[in-house]
């Protein structure tokens, strides 16, 4: 049929698509006036969800499968869906109607009971949004009963802050004693100081006493050897004058032979005799210097004797200032034990104020109760005088409030769940609709904030509404003071778990294995958690990602549709896209095919088929049977990639990682044949190289990561724009992603985001992007029924 539509003239085309499109005007102009006819109608609205409603059959809602627009029920509720009810099985025939067509060519009945179709679906969601109101009125009730509990807990409260008070009171003054008692003990401890100062001020006077000793020893030896010194020269002019005198003996016998010399010799005899009497001089003031060199040193001595006499009093006087300290330190340790045992009477006393007080409200309860029960019990005495019968009455409405009790609350149940399956349905319908008009699915996680994160003053950017539309769907995020509110299919908080994420996604991985393309990507800054998201943590069960969490889940179904006649062949390939080069991450020769550009390895290539298949020339593609061989090829790609440190990420991805999973399933009963593909990507992580800080290879990386991503970007406001000409071919990857992005497969894009104030800016620019995204429409997606081909190249969708 496919091939049939192609063969259409295209002003065929053009003309379903304007009829379609006024469809979608008139619709929108009928929600317009059913949400205001709902705004009129919502205090009618209020109380049970059958309160004041007309029960009527799915058939006669659906008027024999073909809803008229002028079809005007009785309303009393406001609303044209006020009337109607819905139950499960009405919405499960509604989800699993299928079309009938007279002519298969008539594209025009085609679009008309489509837009019928559609309008069924709106009329369901809004009798779901008018069972949201009721409920909504319930909480409002049970809100106010709060309030009053609350404030009884106030004037309690109140109370007990009175008691204390006078608590505080008491405590008040055993501090100020306890203040006073450590008053007494600084001063005695002051006085210790002081005592322990002048000691050490007599020490140093002791040691100035002993370095003055020291130093007139010393002076005392010097004079002791000018002494000897000159008794020296003494001895030495004795010598000269001895030898004077037999020189003196000699001339008189040589007198007649030396007259001349006569005078010269007499003269040197008088200065000799001069020196003599000098020294002989000195000699008398060396000795009066010995002398008082003697009396300073007896003073010397007297002064030490002096100086120990004072050191055994001070010492006598330490030794009473310790026994003094010592008693101060037990009259302290005492005065501790009592403020101990005062503290402990202290508890003592609020512990028996806070039991008397509980004995006085139980003594007060018990005796209200007792005059109840005696008042009850006179009153049942006087009923009893007066009559059985009325007894027997009261009895038998005890139990209809009883049995209305039971009732309401299992009404509230019933409520619940009604409210847990009409969340769900609300889900499965907003699923359908988005298939039908084949938008781009978004989900937004935020991770939580690491212990390694920079703590700032801006407090937290990033917050989530809480009413009912936007619960679990919108997010909003400050920068520089300006609030930007986002609303997505999901939003994830950072409490929640990989499991949590995956029961989202389930439904989508199902898909691969009924014959659709699936595609899941991971869209982000650096180190936002993409790669936690799509991997998890290796060796930790309860923290894996996305795609092994995937693939049990496929194996695990496809074991279950073995009794069912399905079996099916399953292949893997991974790859990752590096500086704008493709490389096999499965190839067993990594260092030729690491070669840089892939100058001396394989060239691979991309080439697209006539079915929208996508194929990668020459990539490995192994033939899988259990998740233990996928999670072995898993590590062995994971240690193949291309991983880098940068400022922002410790192990910064720096390539696009590409996980594709083909199932071919044949029936053997049915002869039924299918084929899906499942693509999981782990694109790399924006980065400014302000904060990155790459230089050299890393440089090279962020400016390639960056060129693709900006070309995805492209990719994304022409399909927005729904221009003519998409620019895939400006990077590997966006081509790559054609099939994802502009073909008919299920396609859904996880936008990663960091909690980090200073990453706020780079956070905003991802959920615009988000947004984008998600208003793409790429077509509604069509199963593969073909038979496998005999090729072994793998299809990217």
């Known amino acids: 049929m496919a091939a049939n539509n192609q063969n259409k003239p295209p002003l065929l085309l053009s003309n379903i698509t304007k009829a379609s499109a006024s469809s979608n005007k008139k619709c929108r102009g009928d929600e317009l006036t ?9 205090e009618k609205m209020v109380g049970t969800p059958n309160n004041g409603r007309i ?38 025939a509604l989800l699993n109607e299928k079309m009938k067509y007279k002519n298969k060519f008539n594209y025009k009945e085609r679009c008309e009971n489509m837009m019928d179709y559609i309008k069924r679906l709106r009329l369901c969601i809004k009798w779901f949004q008018e069972l949201e109101g009721d409920y909504a009125f319930e909480h409002e009730r049970l809100r106010n009963a709060l309030e009053l509990t609350e404030q009884k807990c106030a004037e309690t409260e109140l109370t007990l802050k009175n008691k204390e008070e006078e608590l505080n009171l ?56 000018e002494l000897q010194s000159a008794n020296q020269r003494i001895s030495s002019i004795n010598d000269m004058y001895k030898l004077l005198q037999e020189y003196n003996s000699s001339l008189q016998h040589y007198n007649t032979k030396l007259q001349k010399d006569l005078d010269t010799a007499h003269e040197s005899i008088k200065r000799g005799e001069k020196e003599k009497s000098a020294i002989v001089e000195n000699l008398s003031t060396l000795r009066g210097q010995y002398k008082s060199l003697q009396e300073q040193l007896s003073s010397c001595k007297a002064s030490q004797d002096e100086a120990m006499k004072l050191k055994d009093a001070l010492v006598h006087e330490v030794a009473c200032l310790r026994v003094e300290l010592q008693q101060v330190r037990d009259d302290r340790d005492r005065q501790l034990s009592q403020v101990q045992v005062l503290s402990a009477e202290v508890v003592k006393y609020k512990e028996l104020a806070v039991s008397s007080d509980e004995l006085e409200a139980r003594c007060a309860s018990q005796n209200n109760q007792i005059r109840s029960l005696s008042d009850q019990l006179a009153a049942a005495e006087r009923k009893l005088q007066v009559s059985d019968l009325s007894a027997l009455e009261t009895k038998t409405e005890f139990e209809e409030q009883k049995k209305l009790i039971s009732e309401l609350q299992s009404r509230l149940e019933d409520a619940e769940y009604k409210l847990i399956e009409g969340e769900r349905l609300r889900k499965k319908l907003h699923n359908t609709i988005l298939e039908l008009k084949g938008n781009i699915r978004v989900f937004c996680r935020v991770r939580p904030l690491l212990p390694d994160d920079t703590s700032s003053s801006e407090g937290k950017i990033i917050s989530y509404p809480t009413s009912t539309e936007a619960l679990g769907r919108g997010i909003d995020i400050t920068q520089n003071g300006q609030k930007h509110c986002f609303t997505f299919d999901r939003v994830f908080m950072p409490n929640e778990s990989q499991e949590d994420v995956f029961v989202e996604i389930s439904q989508l991985v199902q898909s691969a294995l009924d014959g659709y393309k699936v595609c899941i990507f991971a869209y982000g800054q650096t180190g936002s958690g993409k790669t936690y998201t799509m991997m998890g943590k290796p060796g930790q069960p309860d923290q894996k990602g996305l795609i092994p969490r995937s693939l049990e889940q496929i194996f695990q179904t496809r074991q279950s549709l073995l ?74 790609a994971a240690q193949s990639r291309s991983v880098g440190k940068t400022q922002m990420n410790e192990q910064s991805s720096r390539s696009h990682f590409v996980f594709t999973l083909r199932i071919s399933g044949v029936n053997e009963s049915t002869e039924q044949q299918v084929q899906g593909v499942l693509n999981l990507i782990d694109l790399a992580g924006s980065e400014r190289l302000s904060k990155s800080g790459s230089t050299g290879d890393r440089l090279k990386e962020t400016q390639a990561i960056n060129k693709s991503l900006s070309s995805l970007s492209d990719v994304i406001f022409a399909l927005a724009k729904k221009e003519d000409h998409v620019p895939f071919r400006n990077s590997k990857l966006t081509y790559l992603l054609q099939p994802c992005l502009g073909g008919d497969s299920k396609t859904l894009m996880f936008v990663n985001i960091s909690p980090e104030p200073s990453s706020a800016s780079e956070s905003l620019c991802s959920l615009r992007f988000a947004a984008r995204v998600n208003a793409c429409e790429i077509g509604t997606p069509r199963r593969q029924t073909n038979m496998r081909s005999s090729e072994s190249r793998l299809s990217y969708g």
């Open 55 to 92: 029960r009527q059959a799915f058939s006669v809602v659906n008027g024999m499968q073909d809803l008229g627009l002028n079809s005007n029920p009785a309303s009393n509720a406001g609303s044209e869906c006020g009337t109607i009810e819905f139950t499960r099985e009405d919405v499960e």
């Open 563 to 636: 009794p069912q006649g399905w079996k099916y062949e399953m292949q893997v390939s991974m790859l990752e896209i590096y500086n704008e080069t493709i490389r096999d991450l499965l190839s067993t020769n990594r260092d030729v095919s690491r070669t840089e550009n892939g100058a001396a390895g394989k060239q691979y290539s991309i080439k697209h088929d006539a079915n929208g298949n996508t194929h990668v020339s020459d990539l490995t593609v192994v033939d899988v049977c259990s998740t233990n061989e996928v999670s072995f090829l898993l590590d062995r």
């Open 170 to 225: 008491i405590i008040v003054e055993l501090r100020r004693s306890f203040a006073s008692l450590q008053d007494k003990l600084a001063k005695e401890e002051s006085e210790k100081l002081a005592a322990v100062d002048s000691l050490a001020r007599e020490k140093e006077t002791r040691l100035n006493i002993e370095r003055s000793h020291a130093s007139l020893k010393e002076d005392l030896g010097k004079a002791q050897e």
């Open 34 to 42: 059913c949400d205001k006819e709902q705004k009129f109608g919502a």
